[in-house]
């Protein structure tokens, strides 16, 4: 357990504090078990001292008729989901812990959950507004900054048009905000508005709906406790989602499942491998080719599935055979002997489960190793099964929510796309008229062209005018709960950053954003909420939605997203068309109400096979 520190020295424990008045000094371990023969006395005077181990966080001191009222939560460091039971005494979170009656953590948490509430409170909180100014940040008001904030983006989308400014949205949104920002910007009159799966797994949606046209995990956590082998490729499961991997040593220990894990790095879910594969860095693809090579020369595919539901698998196989071991060992390094050992168990451990992480799409072929995941569970027949196939392990809590609502450069949320219809259609939700949305565009062609992703979006600075497909470069830059920490090309995005005209950085958390550039000025900070200050719903990878109640109030002069949302929207004047459909308590819109709407426009999907006057007559009754 980790001991706070104070003035540079580590905290002594409770334990040896208590003890000290009793033996005139503090004790360490070695000392107190030379002394555990302490006579009786002694011992049930220890029994009765408070251990310097797992206590409640000591927040402010309770007061003795303080009711506690647990609030549940969903931790916000990973894709897994993990329900946490908040504890809340008079508004101030005093301890927490993992919930029993969640089917995601059973009662768990790893170091990172248990350590949420440290999130909420940390030290280094951006408490408020600040600004850039001769080269040092100072503090404002919300009123200043959203004024100034404002006028700077008017002026800029009246001088060289509403895609000149990028609005960058997150991952760390809930599902409503993350519809609410997308909705925010195509009324702004943009698409470029993208989120942080644009650089971690887009390759993985790409990669999935070429194969079976389905870009998201196919099974769940739960599921993989039906597997009877697991694959592992570009994904260290027992440090990135520690939980997930007690239901990955769940199904080893009960199915007896072996657990292969493809690694240049011997990791800590390495170590629990049956099967540990130290491949050279990039050779995913002759890596998977060099398996099925031993498949297909074995007759160990699954022949009759392929034939009722695979189409291709013959030009596959063709590519496979130029794959002979002594090929793949030349290009992998893995010997061809522990290839077919995998091959054989993979055949005769069946279904299994093939996963991974950004191992495997952060990579320029990143596309090209998820087709290949995906072709070795269609040659093993391992797709459509409990138990089987593909199982990407997404990286932040609502990367697969965020996706779902849009917050996209080339959908409207409910992955509509962005042809006329699917306006059209979110026009009747939001109950506007599709021709005033359609105005708020440069062009009627910018309106139905993808916007610019967010791993280029520094090209949309720094390129020459002639080469971007927009009228003017970008000139704005809004980082909204997203920093370039993992973003290429970082002198680029520097460079780009110097040469905006403003840079907004909206975060519970100073982030890189804020001193990669060697700007003086023309930066603003905003404080944003973190996601256990704010109601709203999430998306586990596995498409689990689930419900995070508000755990705390905003602290110190933070706001929610969407509260922030709103309040731009008052500047450039379109909040009552924002808000619409959309209860608003003060400044605040209603989360309830931004869900509502969310399902009056992604659940009336099942109706477009109807008449044009029975989806009017369904539309006018929601």
Known sequence: MLIKKRDGEARKSALSDSLSS?????????????????????????????????????????????????KKAICTHCSVGCTVNAEISNGVWIGQEPAFDSPLNLGSHCAKGAAVRE?????????????????????ISWEQAITEVGDRLLKIREGAGPDSVYWLGSAKFSNEQAYLMRKFAALWGTNNVDHQARICHSTTVAGVAQTWGYGAMTNSYNDIHNSKAMFFIGSNAAEAHP??????????????????VCDPRFTRTAAHADEYVRMRPGTDVPLIWGIMWHIFENGWEDKEFIRKRVWGMDQVKAEVAKWNPEETERVTGVPGAQLKR????????????????????????????????????????NVGVAGGGTNIFRGHDNVQGATDMGLDVTTLPAYYGLAA????????????????????????????????????WYDGVNEAKENIAQPEPIKAMVYWGHAPNSQTRQPELK?????????????????ISSVLHDRTDGVYLLPAATQFEVDGSRTASNRSIQWSERVIKPMFECKGDHE???????????????????????????????????NKGAWTI?????????????MANQ
């Open 606 to 618: 099942a109706y477009t096979g109807q008449s044009p006057e029975r989806l009017k007559a369904h």
């Open 342 to 381: 995998i091959a054989q168990i993979l055949a005769t451990h069946k279904p299994g489960t093939v996963v991974w992480c950004m191992g495997g799409t952060q990579h320029t072929v990143g596309n090209a190793n998820v087709r290949a995941y995906c072709n070795l569970q269609l040659a093993l027949g």
């Open 564 to 598: 922030i949302m709103y309040l731009f929207a008052k500047k450039f004047g379109y909040a009552a068309e924002l808000t619409k459909n959309i209860k608003v308590e003060g400044e605040v819109p209603l989360i309830e109400d931004i869900l509502r709407e969310i």
């Open 119 to 139: 999130h909420a409170h940390g030290d280094r909180r951006l408490k408020y507004p600040m600004k850039l100014e001769g080269g040092k940040y100072k503090r």
């Open 22 to 70: 009793v033996i005139g000094g503090a004790m360490d371990r070695r000392a107190f078990l030379r002394r555990s023969g302490l006579a009786a006395g002694g011992a049930a005077l220890v029994g009765g001292v408070t251990a310097g181990t797992v206590r409640k966080a000591e927040a402010v001191p309770q007061a003795p008729d303080a009711k506690t009222e647990v």
């Open 495 to 511: 460079k780009a950053m110097e040469k905006l005209d403003t840079l907004v950085i909206i975060d519970p958390y100073p982030t």
């Open 421 to 456: 219809p699917a306006w059209k259609h979110w026009a009747r939700v939001w109950g506007l008229d599709y021709d005033w949305i359609k105005g708020r565009f440069k062009t009627p062609e910018l309106m139905e062209a993808p916007g610019i992703p967010v791993s280029r």
């Open 243 to 260: 939980v997930a991997m007690l239901h990955i040593l769940k199904a080893k220990e009960q199915n007896k499942a072996p657990l292969i």
